[in-house]
């Protein structure tokens, strides 16, 4: 089965979603396919206080459902389906899905987003979006007077410690080598800070907490020096990882222009990509900001985009 679209959207969040609305109301045929997270990273942010226009804050899956009402109210389409190949050769563009369809569409916008890099042990999933983070800026408030850990040696690492150190009461930067990938001036900015203390040669072996009113709630983690081996024991109230994102691009990479990293370089100050009629917004192509607000201007800008490039094309 086949089916046509003006607009293909490949992702959800507030990129993939506000470029849906935008499209939709556009009057344009609209699909946006939600892929394996829909909603994205907002999914497991348990409330959003810094989005513009909710004044007493609102959980970050319920935001998502707003902004997929709000779509489906000017007719675009959703499905919870998963990209799973591009042909980006020729036009119309043509994109396979796991539910065995085939799409085609005149142009196409990727909101597939990134994701945080985890460390791979087993409490950490029980604890994330309770006490774990990998957003500094997007969750630092909720940590006010209270005493956090960075985890990290990176340039990231150490501005995540000096954002945080104007919140918290303290914070910790663990690091598993005594040596640092972040720049001398940034090193010493953290090394000077008062409420910053830096533990090296040390990696966080599991995370603990308690069952609480509403769920659960980090309480400490457990500490190996991977020197000795020994484990010691740290009560925390919260835990931010700064050991780099993944850009979602994995589909995208034998047609779409990225830099070293993976993330989907994009015209000046524009949505275009390599491939004229294919666009890219939200954090796929955004390794500085990484915001729900900064996302979502840049999935307008993109339906923007499309909808004046497919004007210029005669559609």
């Known amino acids: 089965m086949s089916s046509h679209y003006e607009i293909i959207i490949i992702g959800t969040g507030p990129a993939g979603l506000t470029a849906g609305i935008y499209s939709a109301r556009a009057n344009r045929k609209t699909l946006v396919l939600e892929g394996p997270e829909p909603g994205g990273q907002l999914m497991t942010t348990t409330e959003v206080e810094n989005y513009p226009g909710f004044a007493e804050g609102i959980q970050g899956p319920e935001m998502m459902e707003i902004f997929r009402k709000q779509a489906q109210r000017f007719n675009a389409e959703t499905k919870f389906e998963t990209a799973t190949e591009v042909d980006f050769s020729k036009r119309p563009f043509t994109i396979k899905t796991d539910a065995d369809a085939t799409y085609t569409a005149d142009a196409v916008i990727i909101a597939t987003g990134a994701r945080a890099k985890r460390l791979e042990i087993p409490s950490e999933q029980e604890y994330y979006g309770y006490g774990i983070s990998g957003c500094a800026t997007c969750d630092g408030f909720f940590y006010r007077g209270k005493n956090v850990i960075v985890v990290g ?50 990696v966080i072996e599991e995370f603990y907490g308690e069952k609480t009113a509403f769920g659960k709630s980090l309480k400490g983690v457990k500490l190996r020096n991977t020197k000795t081996n020994e484990i010691t024991d740290m009560p925390i109230d919260g835990v931010f990882l700064a050991i780099g994102h993944i850009p979602n691009t994995d ?65």
């Open 153 to 202: 040696g990176g340039d990231t690492a150490m501005e995540d410690a000096l954002y945080l150190a104007n919140l918290a009461n303290s914070v910790t930067i663990i690091h598993r080598r005594d040596e640092f990938r972040a720049s001398k001036i940034m090193l010493q900015r953290a090394q000077n800070h008062p409420k910053i203390k830096i533990i090296t040669n040390t």
């Open 251 to 315: 589909l995208f990479k034998n047609s779409i222009e990225t830099d070293p990293v993976g993330y989907i370089i994009t015209q000046g100050k524009s949505t275009y990509t390599n491939i004229p009629g294919v666009f890219a917004c939200g954090d796929v192509q955004d390794p500085v900001y990484r915001q729900a607000v900064t996302a979502a201007g840049s999935g307008c800008a993109a339906s923007i985009d499309a909808d004046r490039w497919l004007s210029e094309h005669g559609k």
